[in-house]
């Protein structure tokens, strides 16, 4: 007996839900990371490394590098 279409739409919607909910969080995360992907696994010393920049240049974002004024 065949499954009638629309005892799938719930499902259908759900995984739907799941993927703008996931694109959505991803979205978020890039945004809030200056349009990087998230790190995953940061250590200690990864840590230590990406403040370094920053107390060299007082910038809040440490990874860029065209933070001094070229005037």
């Known amino acids: 007996m ?3 279409f629309e005892a799938l739409v ?17 979205a978020i995360k890039t945004a809030q990371n200056g349009g990087k992907k998230a790190r995953w696994s940061i250590d200690t010393w990864d840590r230590y490394e990406s403040l370094i920049p920053a107390n060299y240049t007082s910038h809040d974002t440490p990874s860029r590098t065209s ?3 070229s005037d």
């Open 2 to 4: 065949p499954v009638p």
């Open 10 to 26: 719930p499902y259908a919607i759900i995984v739907t839900m799941f993927g703008v909910t996931g694109a959505g969080l991803s």
């Open 67 to 69: 933070t001094l004024n």
